[in-house]
């Protein structure tokens, strides 16, 4: 179940410094849900009303992620319910790395240093 109370309060904690253990956690290998939501964030690089912003949703199907103009999961997800799990647990863990952070309602945005790793991503992934 989403708790846009909780995520805005670990988005907070990160970015303010954390503990020991979100230092560690910031070391981690980004997963491929992880890299999805940051270059969907920055798509092109262009900056647009929906640039760097995040919106949680929370619909009867499951939770949606709402990246830049992309949903997750999208309507092509043959396992909805696994699928929304799985980008909500790569949100939560992009709040816990100190790249997104609340900005009210539902909606989150990228930290100055979300929008580097995005870009970093986005940039890596069209010369692929």
Do not use: Q
Not at 13 to 22: C, Q, V, W
Not at 99 to 121: C, H, M, N, P, Q
């Amino acid at each position: 179940m989403m708790d846009i109370i909780a995520l805005a309060a670990l988005c907070k904690l990160a970015i303010d410094g954390g503990d020991k253990l979100l230092e560690a956690y910031k070391k981690r290998k980004f997963s491929e849900a992880e890299k999805e939501l940051l270059i969907a964030a920055v798509k092109d690089g262009v900056a647009t009303a929906n640039h760097g912003k995040f919106w949680l949703m929370r619909l009867n199907e499951g939770n949606f992620i709402r990246a830049g103009n992309k949903n997750f999961p999208d309507d092509e997800s043959k396992d909805l319910v696994y699928d929304s799990e799985r980008y909500y647990e790569a949100f939560e863990s992009l709040c816990k790395r100190a790249f997104i952070r609340y900005d009210g309602g539902d909606l989150f945005i990228l930290t100055s240093k979300g929008f580097e790793k995005a870009r970093e991503l986005a940039r890596k992934n069209k010369k692929e």
